[in-house]
């Protein structure tokens, strides 16, 4: 061994190298069949990788196709051997593996998988959290409620968002709009009501044209003050986000970026002036490796960072990064975090915090209630 690489040893506190990659999906049905402005489902599978180095094993995931565990497993074969004490180098070697495939989409979603199970490893050999070991500009990371699907009664609605203002303390919940846009005005009223002098937000996931979506947000910052417009356009059209983001109500923010995946996407995105608020989703924008990109980006524009989805994942990462503003507590993947893991956060006052006496991000399979849900 040189000089340089004992003393890169020393510097990590970890002298160990990758053994072994493994893989495993899980396909859970939803509670209840969910829609959004553009899609419907009533499952989820979310795709783990657990890599192994001396007596220690670090577990990350993505919510993807099951078809991404087969590029978890041949990316898996890329990195072994490699020092487990360095993850920004073997982020370095996946991304470079996928060049002539393409970076984007599932080759993400794996490398995602794999990255945070190399940091989870990592903090696991020198035992001591994520959350410590990326170090922590908060303690603890607000959460905003996040489901109201448009397949929802007016009920199921009206329950579950101020479930999440009674039970969890959240000063902000989320619903879902645009598969019947004449319904939506009301639908809106309705989840108001529900929660009261909490801040609502909206979701379209690109279901509108840019002036379906502008009519549409003075109409609801006018009756419902709506606070937030995610996506009320496509995500590609950058164009159309900055003209929503120039002339909605002032009240009012748009926010976009939960398909980002990588670097450059992001600098886009913001340099288009495109969102008030920027999106990016840890288990797409290839790990937590690429999620601190996002956040360095972030910083550099002036502009907050939310995290999509994912929360139990997301969390150590939200606590490092500069600028955040919140992290979604999204209906489907709570549920799933807390069936499949011990260590899922439990929120408390509208927040949640990561527990600094479990080494890693704290989240251990629960191997006997996942088994009924494999699908690899």
């Not at 002098?197 to 006018?222: C, H, I, T, W, Y």
Request: hydrophobic content about 40%; charged content about 25%.
């Amino acid at each position: 061994m040189t000089k340089l690489a004992a003393d890169s040893k020393e510097a990590t506190g970890v002298s160990a190298q990758i053994a072994e990659v493994t893989v495993s999906a899980y396909t859970i049905p939803t509670d209840k069949p969910e829609a959004d402005g553009t899609f419907r489902w009533t499952s989820t599978t979310i795709v783990l990788a657990h890599v192994r180095a001396a007596n220690q094993c670090g577990l990350g995931y993505s919510y993807t196709h099951e078809s991404a565990a087969a590029l978890v497993k041949f990316l898996g074969e890329k990195i072994k051997g490699r020092d487990a004490g360095d993850p920004p180098a073997t982020w370095r070697t996946l991304t470079e593996a996928v060049r002539n495939m393409g970076r984007e989409g599932i080759a993400a979603n794996a490398i995602s998988a794999l990255d945070t199970a190399l940091w989870d490893l990592k903090a696991k050999l020198l035992n001591i959290s994520l959350a410590q070991l990326f170090g922590r500009f908060r303690e603890e990371v607000p959460i905003y409620g996040s489901g109201g699907f448009t397949s929802y009664t007016d009920r199921d609605l009206r329950e579950q968002l101020a479930g999440w203002v009674e039970r969890d303390g959240c000063r902000f919940v989320k619903m879902k709009i645009g598969s019947e846009p004449a319904r939506d005005p009301e639908r809106v009223r309705q989840a108001k009501d529900a929660i009261g002098d909490r801040a609502l937000f909206v979701d379209a996931n690109g279901a509108f044209s840019p002036k379906q979506a502008l009519a549409l947000a003075e109409v609801m910052a006018d009756e419902c003050d709506v606070r937030w417009f995610e996506e009320p356009v496509s995500s590609d059209d950058l164009a159309g986000l900055a003209l929503l983001r120039r002339h909605a109500p002032p009240r009012m923010e748009i926010a976009a970026g939960e398909y980002g995946y990588d670097i450059d996407y992001f600098r886009r995105m913001l340099a288009a002036e495109a969102v008030d608020v920027q999106q990016a989703d840890v288990t797409r924008c290839m790990g937590y490796t690429g999620f601190l990109q996002a956040a360095a980006c972030c910083e550099a524009f002036h502009t907050d960072l939310s995290g999509h989805c994912a929360p139990a994942l997301h969390l150590p990462v939200m606590c490092a990064a500069p600028r955040v503003r919140h992290l979604e507590w999204f209906h489907d993947h709570v549920r799933i975090e807390h069936m499949l893991f011990d260590g899922s956060p439990t929120p408390r006052n509208g927040t949640i915090r990561p527990d600094l006496s479990r080494a890693g991000h704290g989240l251990v399979l629960k191997t006997k209630d996942a088994e009924r849900f494999r699908v690899t």
